[in-house]
Structure formats: C-alpha cells, structure tokens
C-alpha cells in the first residue's frame, strides 16, 4: 500500500500491532481545518468528506488548496485518507434522474478524491426501487461503478460499506457485498469498509466470542478477508438484528469493550485502519473514543 510505504520507519509499535486510528473530521473551516482537527486530537488517519453530506451542490476544489492540503497531509502524516461520499446519491435505483445524479457524484467524488492523494473513497451500495428486484439493484449499481472507474483516474480504492439492512437496502450481508462486488472491474480498485455497528444490527453477533467467531468465519468463506480494507469502529445503540443505523461511544453500546477487544485483534483486521465515526455529543468524545480504543489495541484478549 502506497500510504504505508510513506510510513516506513515511522510507525510506533502498540502492543502485538499497530492499528492507524482516526476519526471523521470536519470540514467547516476548510480542509486543511479537518486536518488541523485530526492533528489536535492525535490521530494517525482521518476520514473526511470534500462535500456537504446532505447536498447534491459541489464546490470545486482549486488547484492551490489541493497541493496545501496535499503538502500538510503528508507533512503531518496522516495515513490514509478516506474520503466519504454524501448520503444522498443512490446507484442501485430506477429512479433515471436520481440514478444520473448519483454516478455523476461517484464520478465527481472519484476524482476529487483522486486530486486529494485520498487512498479511499467509502460509499454506501444503496436501496433498490420498491418497483424492482434486488437483483436490478445490483445491476444498475455495478454498472454505475464500471463506468465512473473507466471515466475516472486510478488511483483511489472505492470501498463498499457494510449497511444494518432492513427494507431494500443493499449490502448488509457478506453474501450481499459479495455478489456486489464479483461483477466489478478492474477488481483490484475495490474493496470492503466494515462497520462494527453495521454488522451488529444486521444480526451479526459480533459482541460475543462466539458470535465473532462465527462471523468472521463467514466472512473468509463466502467474502474473504482480503477484501477487508478499513473499519468503521462505531459501537452499538441498537441490539443484535435490529436493523437500524444507530452509532455510540466505544464500550458503551451493545458491542462493548470486551467485544471490542476481541474484534481489535481478530486476524482478519491486521492489514486494517479504524475510523471513529461515533457521537460528537461533547468535546471530551473523540478524545475518549481514541483513548480507549488505544488502551484496547494495547491489551490483546486472554
């Protein structure tokens, strides 16, 4: 990976490995703000967006403030960038002016992220229409990636992230991510984004040893782990199975810190980086979030 060749020689050791951790940072006062923030709160890595998550409307990012944010990021070494895209697009509709509209924004997040030297660009698969199949809905998404990769420059990894499920929503089982990802190319420029509340609310039971071990067993026979890139460490406010997005802070949801330590040093997350996307509910909670999954990564199971 290119960012952990910009990292040789650099990187503490923490316990029996090293994880990267960072948060999603803001980008209110710029994008060298949501560098600025990552720093003050000692990240490693960061996730960010380059767009409001809940417009269509970009900005384009000129040619200056890409090579300053480019020259900080690499000066602060903040390794990798994830780049999330906005909540609205959806490529597994029928809906023809929403579907146009969402592989206009993949094309534009691509290349954006791209310009960025972003090693990642983190989407949701989408919900198929009410009118159609799951199937279709696969079809139209997969067919949305292959033409924004053949229009877009290399370069930047798309993952695909794992979703609680319930209603069309694609993407929540590995089955699902699977027959999503099969029919993608090249196959070399996407990979899987796992989210530990995700999982859980898709009835995943990833807070108990047993339940871990289960999942990720079928993780490796029907995905496999080498598609496994980043994790989305977000605990849980909604139980195993409930099918609802609802993230909390480390320790205090339904995964907990056990299961966290747990799924912390699981093999199958030893070439991953964790991204916090938990509550901002006071400014103590990212501090506290990166504290404890620090001491966690430190601590292996018994």
Same mark, same amino acid.
């Given at each position: 990976?290119?960012?952990?060749?910009?990292?040789?020689?650099?990187?503490?050791?923490?316990?029996?490995?090293?994880?990267?951790?960072?948060?999603?940072?803001?980008?209110?006062?710029?994008?060298?703000?949501?560098?600025?923030?990552?720093?003050?709160?000692?990240?490693? !890595?960061?996730?960010?967006?380059?767009?409001?998550?809940?417009?269509?409307?970009?900005?384009?990012?000129?040619?200056?403030?890409?090579?300053?944010?480019?020259?900080?990021?690499?000066?602060?070494?903040?390794?990798?960038? !994830?780049?999330?895209?906005?909540?609205?697009?959806?490529?597994?509709?029928?809906?023809?002016?929403?579907?146009?509209?969402?592989?206009?924004?993949?094309?534009?997040?691509?290349?954006?992220?791209?310009?960025?030297?972003?090693? *990642?660009?983190?989407?949701?698969?989408?919900?198929?229409?009410?009118?159609?199949?799951?199937?279709?809905?696969?079809?139209?998404?997969?067919?949305?990636?292959?033409?924004?990769?053949?229009?877009?420059?290399?370069?930047v990894m798309l993952l695909l992230e794992n979703v609680a499920g319930?209603?069309?929503?694609?993407?929540?089982?590995?089955?699902?991510?699977?027959?999503?990802?099969?029919?993608?190319?090249?196959?070399?420029?996407?990979?899987?984004? *796992?989210?530990? !509340?995700?999982?859980?609310?898709?009835g995943y039971a990833i807070h108990t040893e047993e339940g871990l071990?289960?999942?990720?067993?079928?993780?490796?026979?029907?995905?496999?782990?080498?598609?496994?890139?980043?994790?989305?460490?977000?605990?849980?406010?909604?139980?195993?199975?409930?099918?609802?997005?609802?993230?909390?802070?480390?320790?205090?949801?339904?995964?907990?810190?056990?299961?966290?330590?747990?799924?912390?040093?699981?093999?199958? *997350?030893?070439?991953?980086?964790?991204?916090?996307?938990?509550?901002?509910?006071?400014?103590?909670?990212?501090?506290?979030?990166?504290?404890?999954?620090?001491?966690?990564?430190?601590?292996?199971?018994?």
């Amino acid at each position: 990976m290119m960012w952990a060749q910009a990292l040789e020689g650099s990187t503490p050791s923490l316990g029996t490995f090293h994880m990267r951790i960072g948060v999603h940072c803001s980008i209110r006062k710029g994008l060298c703000g949501a560098l600025e923030e990552a720093r003050r709160l000692g990240c490693d !890595a960061l996730q960010m967006f380059t767009r409001s998550p809940r417009m269509w409307a970009r900005r384009t990012l000129s040619d200056e403030e890409v090579e300053v944010f480019r020259a900080e990021r690499q000066r602060r070494k903040l390794f990798p960038l !994830a780049v999330h895209t906005p909540y609205l697009p959806n490529l597994c509709t029928s809906d023809e002016r929403l579907y146009s509209r969402s592989l206009l924004a993949l094309k534009e997040d691509l290349r954006d992220a791209a310009r960025l030297g972003a090693e *990642f660009l983190v989407i949701h698969p989408g919900a198929y229409s009410p009118e159609a199949t799951a199937m279709e809905g696969r079809r139209r998404m997969i067919q949305a990636i292959n033409q924004a990769f053949s229009e877009a420059p290399d370069g930047v990894m798309l993952l695909l992230e794992n979703v609680a499920g319930g209603g069309r929503r694609m993407g929540a089982t590995f089955e699902e991510l699977t027959q999503l990802i099969e029919d993608i190319r090249p196959l070399s420029r996407v990979g899987v984004c *796992f989210d530990t !509340a995700h999982a859980l609310a898709a009835g995943y039971a990833i807070h108990t040893e047993e339940g871990l071990t289960q999942t990720m067993d079928a993780c490796q026979r029907i995905l496999g782990w080498d598609w496994l890139r980043m994790l989305h460490l977000n605990d849980s406010k909604v139980p195993v199975g409930a099918h609802r997005d609802l993230h909390q802070h480390i320790g205090k949801g339904f995964i907990g810190r056990d299961g966290f330590v747990r799924l912390l040093h699981h093999p199958a *997350f030893q070439r991953c980086f964790g991204i916090l996307e938990t509550p901002k509910d006071s400014p103590q909670a990212d501090p506290r979030n990166i504290r404890v999954i620090r001491t966690l990564l430190r601590h292996p199971p018994s």
